[in-house]
């Protein structure tokens, strides 16, 4: 008599973006995941196959996914996308780690381990595995040797009084090559993230088969000193709105864009201003961990680079808003 121990394991696969089954794809996330969309009344088409098959091609090239099947059914799977990161003059190849599920008849038998061993070992060994994982796959990560670079705290600030835009703010419905310079400046004094130029910028935030977001920038005497990406957001009978990238060459403009994000906080009717980010926004308070359902962390694959390595992290290098 055999058991289930000693049945053949089903083979993990890595499959470029291009040959993936993006509506079977969907379906898992939206079985393992949907509930909570549900729960805060976000809509299902959240986790549709058009923004699976919009996040797996950003401009750093397309995306991968592991997986584990078994008569045709996805029971665990792991995604990557590549992002160029940049701090100071350095530029790295980097791979965002996400949407990990397995299929709740799946859970217990190790498939995740697997899939994410094989993810991680599918990356070019010079450059960076990183994720921002959920409570039930963190230790997974830890496991597989992936190390805890960031505690990104939750900042926020109530929307009260009658705050005012500040002087040279000015919607983008654009970014271009000046944008490509801001970001090497802002780049400059950062930790390693993301690099958020145009074509990134376009990519994440104006091409969102989903969300809709609004872009801001700041400029003085014509010359352009920041970037303000927010999303207002409802759940659960509240209205909040997200910070999704603050970004600012000095600290007088920094200050300028969190009061350009409460003026539009009290224009779009939003309780509080929120964002999760390694940096305070100016003017706003820290959430205690106590109010918060889990640490937001970010895990990073070392390979060979000392637990010192600085990042930075915005909202917006989580994918989930």
């Given at each position: ?235 659960r009978g509240r209205v909040s709105l997200w910070v999704m ?77």
């Open positions: 008599m055999s058991d289930a121990r000693s049945e053949v394991q089903p083979e993990v696969r890595v499959v470029p973006c291009g040959d993936l089954d993006i509506e079977k794809h969907a379906a898992l996330q939206r079985r393992v995941f949907g509930h909570l969309l549900e729960e805060n009344g976000i809509d299902l088409d959240r986790l549709g196959p058009d923004v699976f098959a919009w996040k797996m091609r950003p401009p750093a090239g397309d995306g991968r996914v592991a997986m584990v099947e078994r008569d045709g059914a996805i029971l665990s799977t792991c995604s990557a996308y590549p992002v160029r990161l940049a701090s100071g003059e350095r530029r790295v190849g980097g791979w965002h780690l996400c949407d990990a599920a397995t299929a709740e008849e799946a859970r217990g038998q190790g498939l995740f381990h697997r899939v994410l061993a094989t993810l991680g070992a599918s990356v070019p060994a010079d450059e960076r595995p990183f994720a921002f994982p959920n409570g039930q796959s963190r230790g997974a990560f830890d496991r597989h040797g992936y190390h805890a670079a960031v505690e990104v705290p939750l900042w926020f600030r109530p929307v009260i009084g009658a705050p005012r835009p500040p002087d040279g703010l000015t919607p983008v419905e654009r970014f271009d090559e000046e944008h490509d310079r801001f970001a090497d400046r802002v780049a400059a004094g950062a930790g390693l993230a993301p690099l958020k130029d145009a074509a990134y910028l376009t990519w994440r935030y104006l091409a969102h088969p989903f969300f809709r977001y609004r872009c801001y920038e700041l400029r003085e005497g014509g010359a352009l000193r920041g970037v303000l990406v927010l999303h207002r957001m409802e759940a990238e603050l970004l600012a060459v000095d600290p007088a403009a920094r200050r300028a864009l969190a009061q350009a994000a409460r003026w539009a906080g009290r224009e779009e009717g939003c309780d509080v201003v929120l964002a999760m980010r390694r940096d305070r926004v100016p003017g706003s308070v820290r959430m205690p961990a106590c109010f918060l359902p889990k640490t937001h962390v970010l895990m990073v694959d070392l390979r060979g680079d000392p637990p010192s390595t600085p990042w930075s992290v915005e909202t917006g290098d989580w994918d989930t808003f």
